[in-house]
Structures are given as C-alpha cells and as structure tokens.
C-alpha cells in the first residue's frame, strides 16, 4: 500500500484578493506536496477560500452585490495568483462548496451529540478584520494586534458555544505527549503558555450574519466562520481517505485557531487530530505591515512578471520568514535574482552546456538521487537549509571548473571532466524539483539528451532598478 500525505494551507479570507503575504505558506505546503510526490507517496495538497462571515457580507454590500457573486469573483482571482506561482494543490476547497456545507453540518451535529455545544449570551468584543471574538485584555486601545486600524465591536447576542475548556486538560497533554505536533518549538512553548492561562468556552454561531453556513438544527444561526473554515480539512480529507493531515500551514495570526479549537473540535466530534501544525512568522514591505490601507500591497503575479515565477519561488523560500519575521524590498529580491540565480544556477548551467556544446561528444545522463541532506532539511521543515546546501553544491562545482580548467584539456580527460559535470548537475536539477520545478525541467531538458545544446538563458539578469509591472 503506498504511503499517503495530506498537506493543506490556511484558506484565504474572500473579502479582497491575496497578496504577497498570503503567498509564502502556499509555497512551503507546495515544496513539501512536490517532495511527497518525487519519492512516491500518495499526496494530498488543500488549499481554497474561506467565503462566509461578516467581513465578506460587508465588502459585498459595499460593491452594490450579492455575497456569492462577490466571493465568486475573489476566489477566481485568488486562484489565478496561485497558478501563477505553480502552486500544485489537488483541490482548491471553497467552504461555500455544496459538499462542505454539507460535512459541516454534520460535524457540528457530532460535537453537539458529544455534550460540547450548548447556547448562551455572549457579551464582548469582536474584530471583524480576523472575523474572530476577542477578550478585552487582548486589545490595545479597543483594537486588535492584527488590526490596529480597526476598532472592535461590542456584541451582545445569543448564540451557540463550544465548550473548549472540558479540552484543555486533553490539549495540554496531547501537546506534551507530541512535541512534534505544533512547529517550531518557539510556537510550541506560546501554545502550552495560553492553555496553562486557562481556556474559554467560545462562540460558535452568529444570530445577526446571515452570510454563513445555517445551523443545522436551528436556522436562525450561522455557524460561525472559523468553526466552518477550519472543517474543510476534514471535508476534503475524509473525503479522500486521506485523513489525519500530516501537516498544516499556516501563519502565526491563525495558530491559536488551529492548535488550540481545532483539536478540541476534532476530538469532540471523534476524528484524530493533524500530525503536525507549522506555524511561520510574516512578511512585510519596506518596513511596513503588507496593507491595502497604506496602498503597499504587491500581488504575486507582478512579482513573478518581474522575476519570474522561479525568481519569486526561490526567494521566498530560501530567505522566507520561516521562524522570524522578515522585511522584504525590490531591490533586494533583484540583488539576490542576479547574485544566486543569474551569476549561480544560470551560469553554471551555461557554463556547462556551452562547453559540452562545443566538444561534440555524445553524453550519456547518470541516475540521480535527491541528496540525504536535503531529504533531512525537508522533513523537518528547514527549506532554506536544502536550498543551501543546494547553493553550496553549485559553488563547489563552479569551483572544480575553475580548478580543472576544462577548457585546456582534450579527448577522453576532456570528455570524463564534462560528464562529471553534467552529472552533477542533473542531480541538482532533480533535487530542485521541489521548489524550483520549471527551472529543474528546463535544465533536465538542457542536459537530457546524448548532445547538449544551451537553450535560452535560465535567469537573464536584471538591470538595476527594479519596477514592479502593475
């Protein structure tokens, strides 16, 4: 029986198309969805839209129409973004899809059978920008961290709660037991903090938004949408038979959500809870939080029609905010392009081909083998560490061509030099196919054949300046 792995993403919230900040945990799910692939397991990619809830209702009246209209066109754009940046997911989930509507309800009525939903007031505040119910001590100023331009709203309403605090002993333990279930360790220690501070019941239904998921026993209510959010895992993981997830992505703004409700959720209604939760730090812009406010927001298709979508992958994914938080300029972006990609990979590959061009000897391409290393980096999550180790292996090739001289030798010393080299690089290349697969394609293409012959530049490098097409 093959082995089988679920990886999903955080789905995006419908109420604007995604940026850059939403790109990164869509590449690292993808690179470990590739990896999966290239040594044979039978792998599941999630990815999607999240499309009910207040914030969406808002932004559609705003635009004069009706809410599945206005999410209908957000999740086609968003969706474009991702096939820009060849985000390989197996489905793409909208919770407003008939057969998540459907499982949700079901859900919900499996965690109501186990005594853990009952209905009382709720008075408090609520941030509209997270779509998510916030105790007072958690804002400054009557706003949250994550939206400190936006006030929060006094609610008070009767609705449905989910009774999280029966879980917190069984979280604590359950994160104890697997230290691997929520990464990095960092993310781990904030996660065993907030439950030893003690745990609430939390709201799991909105009386007054009548843009979500109805209540399966009582219509009055939706469900509340990040109850509904989270279960599309599940929807498609059932579904497949590929459930539990082996890993979840997301950002730290979601990490609350997914490694303290969504367990509790999973163990209430009788599924087992994800392998693994990872948890990555954000992006920001030139110094400032990513924000269609401060009119900074870059989509990442203007990044791949400067860069192209391998320039985008590579930087992201090499020096992306993968335990901290990172700043991002365009000129960095293009300083890293020509220095690791245009005078690195793309040179080296020149390099090679344009002398094995010239020999006109026959070649014959060596199996290839994805280096332990960067096996070992993947599986604990450290990309840029395999991308590193990749890195060095192209410089200490460069090196050898430099050492050798290649270009003073001759007949058969000429020929083993070249095969060498071009061994070493088709094993670069299938060990690039999880994070740079056209490039890993375009160079299999270069060196696949018994005459080499260069193709077009991998990488033609930027001119300084660098200005995003719009």
Request: hydrophobic content about 35%; charged content about 30%.
């Amino acid at each position: 029986m093959d082995k089988k792995y679920y990886v999903t993403t955080a789905i995006d919230y419908t109420n604007d198309v995604i940026h850059i900040g939403h790109a990164y945990q869509k590449l690292l799910a993808d690179s470990l969805a590739r990896y999966h692939r290239l040594i044979g397991d039978k792998t599941y990619f999630l990815t999607g839209t999240d499309e009910h809830g207040q914030k969406v209702e808002s932004s559609a009246k705003e635009k004069g129409i009706e809410p599945k209209e206005f999410v209908d066109q957000i999740a086609k754009k968003d969706k474009e973004q991702w096939d820009k940046l060849n985000v390989s997911y197996d489905r793409f989930m909208r919770t407003t899809d008939e057969d998540h509507i459907k499982f949700s309800q079901e859900f919900y009525l499996k965690a109501k059978a186990s005594g853990d939903i009952y209905k009382a007031k709720y008075e408090g505040y609520y941030c509209e920008g997270c779509e998510s119910f916030k105790d007072e001590s958690e804002l400054i100023d009557n706003k949250c961290e994550f939206h400190p331009t936006r006030d929060a709203q006094k609610i008070v309403e009767e609705n449905y709660f989910f009774a999280l605090s029966k879980y917190q002993k069984f979280l604590l333990d359950h994160i104890k037991k697997h230290p691997e279930f929520i990464w990095p360790d960092s993310r781990r220690n904030e996660i065993l903090s907030f439950i030893k501070s003690g745990l609430k019941d939390f709201s799991i239904s909105r009386q007054n938004v009548t843009w979500g998921i109805p209540v399966p026993d009582d219509p009055t209510h939706t469900i509340y949408v990040w109850f509904d959010a989270l279960i599309n895992y599940l929807t498609y993981g059932d579904k497949e038979d590929c459930w539990p997830a082996d890993v979840h992505v997301l950002g730290k703004d979601n990490q609350r959500f997914h490694a303290i409700y969504w367990p509790a959720m999973l163990k209430s209604a009788g599924y087992e809870l994800p392998k693994t939760i990872l948890v990555h730090d954000f992006i920001s812009l030139n110094g400032q939080k990513v924000s269609k406010s401060l009119g900074n927001v870059i989509l990442p298709s203007e990044l791949v029609n400067k860069f192209g979508v391998d320039g985008v992958r590579y930087y992201f994914l090499r020096y992306g905010p993968l335990t901290n938080d990172i700043d991002i300029t365009l000129e960095k972006m293009a300083h890293i392009y020509n220095s690791d990609l245009a005078n690195g990979l793309g040179n080296l590959v020149s390099r090679v081909a344009r002398l094995c061009e010239k020999s006109d000897f026959m070649f014959k391409p060596k199996e290839t083998a994805i280096y332990p290393e960067v096996s070992k980096a993947i599986e604990e999550f450290r990309f840029d560490n395999a991308l590193k180790f990749i890195w060095d292996k192209i410089t200490i090739i460069d090196q050898e061509i430099n050492k050798t001289e290649p270009w003073k030798l001759d007949g058969k010393d000429l020929q083993n030099a070249l095969q060498g080299y071009l061994n070493e690089i088709a094993e670069i290349a299938l060990n690039l196919k999880s994070f740079l697969p056209d490039t890993a394609n375009k160079i299999a293409k270069v060196f696949g054949d018994i005459k080499i012959k260069m193709l077009e530049p991998l990488f033609p490098r930027l001119a300084v300046g660098v200005h995003v097409t719009k």
